[in-house]
Structure formats: C-alpha cells, structure tokens
C-alpha cells in the first residue's frame, strides 16, 4: 500500500496520466522521466508530513514528559531554558 501511495504521489508530481498503464510501469522504471522531480506538489507533501511528524512529537512530549513533572521541575527547566538564551 505504501508503494502505491508513492507511485501515486510521482504519477501526481510528473503529471502522467494513469490511462495507459504500459506507459505507467514504464515511466517508474526509465530514468529519462525523473526530470523535475522537486514539484511544488511534492514540496507541499514533505512540508506537510514534516509539520504533522513535529507537532506529533511535541504534543507527545507535552503529555509524556511535561503534564509529568511536578511544579518545581517545570520552574527548574523554565529557568534553565532561560539561562540558555542568556548566554546565546
């Protein structure tokens, strides 16, 4: 199923059509069609993915790690971060 989506995405970003498929098995398989790969689709789609995987991890860490500490480790790291931008 992941091969698909990623067949699907470069079918998307190179602009062929899925109509004929002999031209569609071919064109993922001749690298005379892997001229400008770097479209704005596929820009977006990493862009995306990599905003969705950060705020995943934050919000994991917000409810793993911090909603865990107790109010002087949270005012330890709070001062700690702040004695960080002080010596930037």
Do not use: P
């Not at 098995?25 to 770097?38: I, L, M, Y």
């Not at 702040?82 to 010596?87: A, I, L, P, R, S």
Request: charged content about 15%; hydrophobic content about 45%; aromatic content about 14%.
């Amino acid at each position: 199923m992941l091969i698909q989506f990623f067949q699907w995405i470069k079918r998307l970003s190179t602009g062929t059509s899925s109509q004929n498929d002999e031209n569609y098995s071919q064109s993922f398989s001749n690298e005379d069609h892997d001229v400008g790969r770097w479209t704005f689709m596929s820009v977006f789609i990493v862009l995306t993915l990599s905003l969705y995987i950060v705020a995943g991890l934050g919000y994991y860490a917000k409810v793993h790690v911090w909603d865990g500490m107790t109010d002087e480790q949270k005012a330890a790291v709070a001062q700690a971060m702040v004695v960080d931008t002080q010596y930037l």
